[in-house]
């Protein structure tokens, strides 16, 4: 059975492999739609920039929609000197050509998920912003979400601070919503997607396509090595891929929202309750092949 997805993003050079890799798995995924949130780069880019990268895998037929401009309560903050100032610098993708689907990211999630209660799964690979204000507005959501898979957070140490990953730092209010909405969560945070990183090894396989998604993803990577390479977001879409090559255990994870250095901060404790199966452990060689396998099918 096909499984029916919708991602949600802020591409985002990570997020934009993610998007290629699902979209070369039509066998495995049936992308619904693509929603868009602030995050890497403000929402006007990565909105722009899930539609560039669907077109560039002839996916133009996806639609994309626009969700949250900024997180619910902290003051906006980006990534740009990761991705870029477009925010995936290094593509060489031209703008979009299809426009904006109508109506909001949160209205369609809401909706979608409602129709089809159990047979959805919510990728989320950017701040949670969105799927916080779903569960707000519908807290039955959490129920008919068959499984929100997310990138974030991380059972050691952050990435913009010592204690916080990016999207959970970014938007640690929209991450404790989900975590405490007894949602299906599988969560990959840092611990495991800094195992699964891009090297010159691997830019060369991926440099020696000849489609255009991989030779942007070549470009995009280009970049996006110098800042360690690691391919949190596809780690993500791989879950539903590839589960051999991760493993997850069952935990408790709880989000700092205390307004001290220590916000964003998950705190993740093994065998007490749980809340979320997280990531531990990758093959990150078998699924980097995997990924190489994908990519040559452009
Ligand atoms: O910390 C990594 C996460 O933050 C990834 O989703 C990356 O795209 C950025 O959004
Ligand atoms: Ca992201």
Redesign the pocket.
Known sequence: MRRKIIIDC?P????AVALMLACASPEELEILAVTAVA??VALGHTAANARRVLEACDRGDVPVYAGCPRPLLRPPVT?DRI?GETGIDGSGLPPPTRPLADGHAVDLLRDTVRNAPGEVTVVA???LTNLAAVLVQRPEFAAEAREIVV??GSAGPG??TPHA???FHADPHAARIVFESGASLAMYG?NI?HQVRVDDQVLGRIAALRSPPARAAAGMLERYRDSGGAL??VLAVGHLLRPDCFGLEAALVTIDTSETGRIGRSIVERGSGTNARVGFDAAAGEFLDFLLERLARY
Do not use: K, R, W, Y
């Open positions: 802020d985002g050079i990570d997020d995050g890497n990534a991705h690979v950017g701040p990138m974030g990435n913009v990953e990016f999207n840092l997607t949190h977001d």
